[in-house]
């Protein structure tokens, strides 16, 4: 760590931080009303530090939940219904049938509440058509669009503990366009509680009714979104984005009470400092995140694009520090080619390795189809180990505190010495990627993930399709990147062709590696696999004789895709460093 670096992290404080955290503690942010008193709060203060803001309106379309129940065989269960879930204030009934999670053993080990692995198919459709569905997990966009497509007419999803948690399930990413009308949800749903749940098996198991009840309100809603803008003194059209939500379930001390403090208080520090950054850092507060799929994020992606797609070098999302127990940095979501980058911040700031992961498709990640190198979205979290001791499951949030998206998520989920640490692990990178003379991202390491790919596809597709082409486009564009990366280290590449480069191949590689659909778009929240042109590869060998020739058409288009933009992106680095 330089002096500057050092200068800078030592005037970080906790005493703002934590007051924020304490206000919101006692502010429920999930009305859009009560999200733009939070905004205010957060401008009130970062403006009596001499901080300016900016402040945009957001109209945004938001589903806000309100009351839920389930009645059956002469007994209410309580519910809670998630975000986009239809309502049926005055009641609908339907037999009941109970699905199991394929991921659910006998003993109901391993169950990934996250994940659910059905597929359609006519039995699956057969079995649920007309009726209400009810299984194991979170009521998600993945299992309500399925079981609706499905002929279901309603979902009941069981939480793993004693709590429920509040959602969303639809698959629309911010705000519906013209043409997802039919993608959004049909259906009600709602989620109880797992003793609840089991109760209900045995109603569907005894073949009875049941009636579902959800008070839901809709419509558009005008939110505001502070953004602050710190100018860097070398390079001030070009920018770090710097973002996490400030609506929240309930009061959501540690999702994301905590997330909007550490941006204040890096607000604060980057603004007393700016005259030392090269770069410049805009930070930005988000509405919409709960009840909008991420509108307010997806909102400034599209009102901003053109200037995000010219001048934005990295995003940064910045959700659940500073948790109760958060220990460790796992399972952190990142780009391949910032992981190194990001490794070092880590252990100088933490003392602690770093255990990146693919982003999933969720969090803030609004800006994918843009194609902006990416880091963090939970932050840290507490280990495996802990989280079995304590008898904790699995859940996107709170460092893995299983109060995310309860009522539970109060003030005692956060823990000041955690907090400060957080704020300066992400201000390290933050200030680093501000003024690094070549900006810190490593294309190699993609190139290299791109490569391994391949191979687990082409394992997978086995006699059924040949992707060496594939493979060879990537080695050719890894051996190129190998030789820019030597040439920028011995001068050969002045630094300012060098960050165009490295800024440019994120427009390339991002959208290859992480959008299904064009450029400036927003695919549906739904899991997206590595280079997802050629998925299908993992389907192939499983499709009959007559679906094969389909499937091996798919691929053949995609792999097209696939080795032009690796080609692309070979050409842009040897016409610019030419």
Not at 317 to 326: E, I, K, L, V
Request: with cysteine; proline share 5%; aromatic share 8%.
């Amino acid at each position: 760590m330089n002096d500057i670096e050092k200068q800078i992290l030592d005037s970080v404080g906790i005493d703002d931080p934590w007051a924020l955290v304490e206000t919101f503690a006692g502010l429920k942010r999930e009305h859009p009303r009560d999200v733009n008193q939070g905004m205010d709060e957060v401008a009130t203060r970062l403006q009596a530090h001499g901080v300016p803001v900016t402040m945009h309106n957001a109209n945004l379309y938001l589903s806000l939940p309100g009351a839920a129940r389930v009645e059956a065989d002469g007994k209410s269960f309580r519910a809670k219904p998630p975000a986009y879930s239809t309502d049926v204030r005055d009641g609908l009934s339907g037999p009941l049938v109970y699905m199991p999670t394929p991921a659910t053993d006998e003993d109901g080990e391993d169950q990934d509440f996250f994940e659910f692995n059905f597929e359609r198919s006519p039995e699956l459709t057969k079995a649920v058509s007309g009726k209400i569905v009810i299984s194991e997990g979170f009521a998600s966009p993945a299992i309500v669009s399925l079981m609706a497509d499905s002929g279901a007419i309603g979902v009941i999803a069981i939480n793993p503990g004693v709590d429920i948690h509040w959602g969303i399930c639809t698959t629309i990413w911010g705000v519906p366009e013209l043409d997802d009308l039919d993608r959004i949800p049909s259906i009600p749903a709602l989620a109880v509680n797992n003793s609840d749940g089991q109760a209900l098996i045995e109603i569907a198991k005894a073949g009875k009714d049941v009636t579902l009840f959800t008070e839901m309100e809709e419509g558009w809603f005008d939110s505001k979104l502070p953004e602050v803008f710190i100018k860097g003194s070398e390079e001030p059209d070009k920018y770090i984005l710097l973002h996490g939500h400030l609506d929240s379930w309930d009061v959501g001390v540690g999702d994301n009470a905590t997330g909007d403090a550490a941006l204040l208080e890096m607000a604060r520090v980057l603004w007393l400092h700016r005259d030392k950054l090269k770069r410049s850092v805009r930070i930005c507060w988000w509405p919409g995140h709960s009840t909008g799929r991420y509108a307010g994020s997806t909102w400034f992606a599209d009102e901003f694009a053109l200037d995000l797609d010219k001048n934005c070098v990295a995003q940064v999302n910045c959700d659940s520090p500073g948790c109760r127990w958060a220990t460790e940095f796992t399972d952190v979501s990142l780009m391949s080619e910032t992981a190194n980058f990001l490794a070092d911040v880590v252990q100088e700031v933490a003392g602690k390795t770093l255990y990146g992961e693919r982003p999933h498709r969720a969090g803030d990640y609004s800006f994918n189809g843009i194609g902006i190198s990416s880091y963090f979205m939970l932050s840290s979290a507490m280990t495996s180990a802990d989280r079995e001791e304590k008898g904790y499951y699995p859940v996107g949030g709170c460092g893995m505190n299983i109060a995310w998206h309860t009522e539970n998520d109060t003030l005692e989920i956060a823990d000041k010495d955690i907090l400060l640490r957080d704020i300066k692990v992400y201000l390290l990178a933050v200030l680093r990627n501000a003024n690094a003379e070549i900006l810190p991202f490593d294309w190699t390491a993609t190139a290299r993930e791109f490569q391994a790919t391949i191979d687990d596809y082409q394992a997978q597709a086995g006699k059924h399709f040949d992707l060496s082409a594939a493979r060879d486009a990537a080695d050719s564009l890894l051996a190129t990147l190998e030789t820019f990366y030597s040439d920028v280290q011995k001068g050969s590449i002045t630094a300012k062709t060098a960050n165009t480069v490295i800024k440019d191949l994120a427009r390339i590689l991002v959208p290859l590696n992480f959008n299904r659909g064009p450029r400036f778009g927003h695919d549906p929240a739904l899991t997206i696999p590595p280079l997802p042109a050629l998925e299908v590869a993992t389907k192939i060998s499983k499709c009959d004789d007559r679906t094969r020739g389909y499937a091996a058409t798919q691929l053949k288009r995609g792999q097209n895709a696939v080795i032009a933009g690796l080609r692309n992106a070979e050409r842009h680095i040897a016409l610019l460093s030419a």
